[in-house]
Structures are given as C-alpha cells and as structure tokens.
C-alpha cells in the first residue's frame, strides 16, 4: 500500500510542530542577557599589575578562601566553604583576573558563584532477571549531598566590599615601597 503525499506531508509537519514545541518549554537564560558596561564586575584601581594581582591574591587569603593552582599568575580562583547546620554546606567560589592598563592603573574582573547544597534522602534499589524478566526491589537509602542552587552573584555590595580590600592591600604596598 503506498502512501499518500498528504499523509507525509502531514506525519513530517506534526512532526516539525512537537520539535518547535519541545524547545519553548527550555528557560534559555543567554536569550535574555544583557551585555552593559555597568556592572559590578570589574573594578579600575591604582596601582600596577603587579601590585593589584599580589593584593588580590592577599584579599583571598586573608578571608579563608583556598586558592586553586594555576600556572597562570594573572587569573586566580579561590574557594571558601561554609556549613550553616548540619544538613546543608554552602561554596563561594570566587575568580579574579587582574589587568595591568599600563597608565598607572588596573583592572580588576571578578566573578562569584555561590552553590548551595543540602543532605538528601536517595532511595536505592537491587535489580537481578534475565532480559525482559527483570525484578527490582527497594534496598534502602542512603543520605547524600546534592547541590539545590547554583548562581553568579550580582550583588554589587558584594564586589565592592572585595574591591576595597584590595584597594587597601594596594595602598600598604605602595606606602612600604616609598
């Protein structure tokens, strides 16, 4: 039996429809992004590459965060982790990147994450069959941590407080190098 061009031609436009459909259901947070200069995430400071970097690096230190190590000496990455109760854990994770303007000055590109993660209950189960004979049955659970929110900070308040960290570390380094 052949089919008729109306019929593949209405099979392939349903078809098309359930695909255009199934990706208005995805939240596509890039679509929505707006790039302005005006953002909390890059600072100008006084001061030479070098200095700035050394004070950014201090900052982190002095505040608890775990530095990562990186071959590259102008990007750094710092972790800092805290636990509020027993059931949930909390990780800032901070990345700056300092930039000598060769004029004096520097700037400073700073971005944070802060991931939230909570004590969950997991079911487990035991599975044992042959092909389609397969029988499951509940083994217990176990308690694991599963991140529940994930983010960028946008608090400016945030950043400026970091950046006047630096700006003072910079300061004393410039007073010490008179």
Avoid at 115 to 138: D, F, M, N
Avoid at 157 to 172: C, G, I, K, M, T
Wanted: charge should be neutral; proline fraction near 2%.
């Amino acid at each position: 039996m052949r089919k008729s061009p109306f019929a593949a031609f209405a099979w392939l436009s349903c078809l098309l429809l359930f695909v255009a459909l199934a990706g208005c259901g995805k939240k596509q947070l890039y679509r929505d992004e707006t790039f302005k200069s005006d953002t909390p995430f890059s600072a100008k400071v006084k001061g030479s590459g070098e200095v700035i970097c050394w004070s950014v690096k201090r900052a982190f230190l002095t505040q608890g965060y775990m530095l990562e190590r990186s071959s590259d000496t102008i990007i750094m990455t710092g972790t800092e982790d805290s636990q509020p109760d027993e059931e949930t854990n909390i990780t800032l994770r901070m990345q700056a990147t300092c930039v000598d303007n060769r004029d004096g000055t520097s700037t400073i590109f700073a971005s944070a994450t802060e991931e939230v993660s909570k004590l969950q209950s997991v079911k487990q189960s035991v599975s044992a069959g042959v092909s389609i004979a397969t029988v499951t049955v509940p083994s217990g659970s176990e308690h694991v941590m599963r991140v529940v929110r994930r983010e960028t900070i946008h608090d400016a308040d945030f950043y400026q407080r970091f950046y006047a960290l630096v700006r003072s570390y910079a300061q004393e380094e410039a007073s010490t190098a008179r």
